[in-house]
């Protein structure tokens, strides 16, 4: 099923520049095993713990494989994937908005499979800059009960020429202003990271998600994983050309 999303851009406004990776979010190479980690909080998870493996076949959300833009329909989830940008010059493809109509999967995913998730574009030189792609887990965008899992792992690159810079953002009641909580939206719980062109495997821990520094009301101790709306991945490099592809989503930690 398909399903075209229009998302006002005037809502992505207080957005900040990032910062270098964090900890938290723990790469794997393909064919790569045993232990990896970031430095501080985080550290010394092992990706064959509990907490990083992933779920049975119900903890997918998408592997791009049935080629549309909706998530895969399991445990009231059935949400849809949409891109964003700026109003700033930045450009992001698929198109954002009205004007962008349906998400569509790209062909060359993880591991050889057939097809991934993917946004291009050129983000501008200055103001207050941004694009992304994401989806939330269900339709009509609601909070949605994650707490069962402990985090998300899914498979990312960056094309040749592209920025690897890349923030993993995880809307929750407390950030999102559909919540009808946040004073200062849009500062959510995420992880920064760093692509290279090879496919490699992250799990991002929401107990180890952490808000930017120096902006955002509320700034609770941590995500409100059983009210989150989402998962998106964002690039505000400023001037930067950028091409990230993302496959294989799925929850970590089951019970």
């Known amino acids: 099923m398909n399903k075209a999303i229009t998302y006002s851009m005037g809502a992505f406004v207080a957005l900040c520049a990032f910062v270098p990776a964090i900890s938290g979010c723990i790469p ?26 992933v779920c049975p076949a119900d903890g997918l959300l998408d592997d791009g494989e049935d080629n549309n833009n909706q998530l895969a329909v399991s445990k009231g989830r059935g949400g849809y994937w949409y891109t964003f940008a700026d109003k700033a010059g930045s450009t992001v493809t698929p198109q954002a908005g009205a004007l962008g109509g349906t998400f569509s999967m790209s062909p060359g995913g993880a591991n050889g499979s057939q097809s991934s998730a993917r946004m291009n574009g050129k983000l501008g030189g200055s103001g207050t800059i ?13 909070p949605f009960d994650v707490s069962q899992y402990k985090g998300i792992s899914f498979w990312a ?22 919540g009808k909580v946040c004073t ?11 692509l290279t062109t090879t496919w490699t495997q992250y799990v991002v821990l929401f107990g180890a998600a952490q808000q930017q520094a120096g902006w955002g009301q509320p700034r609770p101790g941590g995500i409100e994983s059983a009210k989150m709306f989402g ?7 400023p001037g930067a050309d950028y091409d990230i592809y993302v496959d294989d989503i799925q929850f970590t930690g089951c019970p």
Not at 184 to 194: A, L, S, T, V, Y
Not at 231 to 237: A, G, K, P
């Open 28 to 53: 794997r190479p393909p064919g790569g095993g045993g232990a990896g980690a970031g430095a501080g909080a985080g550290a010394g998870t092992n990706l064959d713990s509990p907490d990083a493996k």
């Open 130 to 142: 941004f694009a992304g792609m994401g989806f939330n887990f269900i339709d009509p965008k609601a």
């Open 157 to 178: 690159k960056r094309g040749e020429n592209s920025t690897g810079t890349v923030r993993i953002k995880l809307p929750d009641v407390n950030t999102d202003p559909e």
């Open 184 to 194: 200062e939206c849009f500062n959510d719980f995420g992880m920064d990271i760093e």
């Open 231 to 237: 998962i998106q991945w964002q690039v505000n490099t």
